[in-house]
């Protein structure tokens, strides 16, 4: 596990800055292998350039601050994002604050005030449609462009393409609606996670011998309603589960909420924070006629996603330690 990645912020003194860093610059939401390749080209800069790579980030995400009204489905918050970088093996991110004040800034001073004075870097790599500034008109070509005079490198990615088929942010949200955890986690070079803390709730699973660890996932998560075969981690502890994200038909038809069926485990979760990573799905939510109908599935979910589980006994996000 990564340590020692260092998270720099527009509050951040100038002297704590290392000056001379190699930038990977992006949004990142996911880190898939899209964003993985550009941060390879940073670590490969790096390592030629004597200096530490660092990740350039933005949060709030720009769309939400364009589109306040139309939420997006987020692959990872910022904390989680900040974790799936620390993984990397980059030295660590800078997170710029996406507010009215940077939307307005020209991709000229963007590149000489944030990127030259303030930073120092040395060089950056960015992916083929990365686009910045006002307006938008910052693009790989003017970095490209700028770079000789700026006495910087820049590293173009290309896209990456899985059965000739573009990665991207937008490309792993709709396979997760549809519950193709399989390829959202080819495209993102790692299992799907989240991270929430665990909740009290109806205690019905307790009376149907699942007792469940309930957490709520933010009201625009486009996960598929389902079954799931997950693998939990509390810390560094990890355990095979069976989980439910969805409504609940049977019973109450209420606000979506993931229940986590942990195998082989006794003990209290709750308050406890987990990271749960999907694996596979199982089937579509489904409205049982009585108790047993449903318990007879459960047991077979559990089957299910045990063998799920067996065949995938590595299956975790690659995570950091920040600070």
Known sequence: MTTGFTVIRDTTPADAIPRGAVVAMGNFDGVHLGHRAVIAAALR???????????VTFEPHPRSFFSPNSPQFRLSDEASKLRLLAGTGLSGAVVMTFDKSRAGTTAQDFIHHDLIQRLGISGIAVGYDFHFGKGRVGSPSLLVGEAPRLG?????QAHVDIAERPVSSSAIRMALAEGQIDDATEMLGGPWFVTGEVIHGEKRGRDLGYPTANIRLDKTCGLKHGIYAVRVGRGAER???????????????????????LFDFKGDLYGSKLDVAFIGFIRDE?????IDALIRQMDDDSARARAVLAAAPDAFPRLGEIG
């Open 45 to 55: 800069m790096g390592r030629a350039h004597g200096k530490p790579a660092f990740a």
């Open 152 to 156: 910087i490198e820049v590293d173009v």
């Open 239 to 261: 355990f095979n589960a069976v989980a439910s994200y969805g409504r609940r038909p049977t019973f109450d038809n209420g606000a979506p909420l993931l229940e986590v069926f």
């Open 286 to 290: 489904l409205k049982f006629d009585n």
